[in-house]
């Protein structure tokens, strides 16, 4: 396992503090955003062909995920599984705070894991073999 990334980014809008782990592979995260305005938009991307898990365990926000041709409009205390080969999405603050957890396992870490799992994660599974953009469920998980 690697040390702890810790970082603490300030800008005109709020604070982002983040917090990394890495091992295997698999890589977690912990971020806390503190906005000074609710009309706060942020924007994300990644190349990384990975699956996320992603705990959202304070605040509302929307997001737009392009991949997937989706918005979601959530509220704290939801989580769920997406994979898309890249991964570009925006979100809307709906609140003050928020505070999130994620999980990225790379696609084959995640097969590998999986192989035995339940029917619903066995097709979701297909579906990242076969590299398609796909969330585990439309209705967030609380």
Do not use: C
């Amino acid at each position: 396992m690697t040390t702890p990334s810790y970082q603490e980014t300030e800008t005109e809008s709020g604070t982002r503090k983040s917090l990394s782990w890495e091992f295997d592979g698999i890589r977690m995260g912990h971020a806390v955003l503190t906005s000074r305005r609710l009309t706060e938009s942020t924007a994300a991307s990644s190349a990384t062909d990975v699956v996320r898990l992603h705990f959202g365990l304070k605040g509302n926000y929307s997001f737009r995920y392009k991949q997937l041709d989706s918005t979601f409009d959530l509220v704290g205390g939801h989580h769920n599984i997406m994979y898309s080969r890249e991964f570009e999405m925006t979100a809307i603050h709906r609140t003050l705070e928020l505070e999130t957890f994620g999980v990225q396992f790379p696609k084959d870490t995640f097969l590998r894991f999986t192989e035995s799992a339940t029917d619903l994660l066995k097709r979701f599974g297909d579906r990242v073999y076969r590299g398609e953009p796909v969330i585990f469920t439309e209705d967030w998980g609380r």
